[in-house]
């Protein structure tokens, strides 16, 4: 069973910035995607963004040019460096990981963007 452990949500004023961080119990696979998604109230789990193995990444549109993700697949951890923070990125971030094997999530970590 691989565990991921998120780490870095918390509480920030508009326009601030907070950086989240994903450990994988599980080495490096070249086909594994890590990602981070996020939940708000009342809302539908959605993509914020994506990253292969080999460094092709997808965001959501609403983030894009604010959230920067990125991997180290020596430590095979996954960092979402969020810009630019807006009330509406009020949510629970959760980190994902899909591997050949199934997909994985962590328990999540809230972030509150207060205007």
């Known amino acids: 069973q691989v565990q991921l452990v998120e780490s870095g949500g918390g509480s920030v004023q508009a326009g601030g910035s907070l950086r989240l961080s994903c450990s994988a119990s599980?080495?490096?696979?070249?086909?594994?995607?890590m990602g981070w998604y996020r939940q708000a109230p009342g809302k539908q789990r959605e993509l914020v963004a994506r990253?292969?193995?080999?460094?092709?990444?997808d965001y959501a549109d609403s983030v894009k040019g604010r959230f920067t993700i990125s991997r180290d697949n020596a430590e095979n951890t996954v960092s979402l460096e969020m810009n630019s923070l807006k009330p509406e990125d009020t949510a629970v971030y959760y980190c994902?990981?899909?591997?050949?094997?199934?997909?994985?999530w962590g328990l999540g970590t809230q972030v509150t963007v207060s205007s």
């Open positions: 599980r080495n490096y696979f070249r086909t594994d995607v």
């Open positions: 994902n990981l899909i591997t050949r094997g199934g997909a994985y």
């Open positions: 990253i292969t193995g080999v460094g092709i990444t």
